[in-house]
């Protein structure tokens, strides 16, 4: 014989809405903090990248005792025919650069 409980435990819709609510709001502040993470993380890397090409230019200058470089007026990729690609480990691909002949560098937006 089964028996019937007058007062059943459990949680009311309210109570399930409100614990709803809480958790989308959490929800929402994580994803927003996360956001500012990755947005702050590919300007370090365009920072690195710029860098990474002045050092090799200025790597270049200094192992071949030379002043200047040949200029690049108009912005580029780096490729490996580019006469200091040798002393770069890994050769930047999201952004142009052009430089002058003292070798002082400027990054430009793909």
């Known amino acids: ?7 059943e435990k459990g949680f009311t819709l ?3 809405l409100v614990v709803i609510a ?8 994580a994803v927003g903090s996360f956001t500012g993470l990755i947005g702050s993380g590919s300007n370090e ?18 192992a071949n005792a030379s002043g200047t470089v040949t200029a690049r007026a108009s912005a580029a990729v780096v ?8 002393y770069m480990r890994r050769l ?3 952004y142009t ?3 002058l ?10």
């Open 97 to 99: 650069y052009t430089w």
């Open 101 to 110: 002949d003292s070798g002082s560098v400027t990054q430009h937006e793909q």
């Open 1 to 7: 014989m089964t028996t019937i409980h007058k007062e």
């Open 45 to 62: 890397a365009k920072v690195y990248e710029k860098e990474a090409v002045q050092t090799a230019i200025d790597a270049y200058m200094g």
């Open 14 to 16: 309210g109570e399930l």
């Open 92 to 94: 930047p691909t999201n």
């Open 22 to 29: 809480i958790m989308t709001i959490l929800v929402g502040v």
């Open 79 to 86: 490729t490996s025919s580019d006469f200091f690609a040798t």
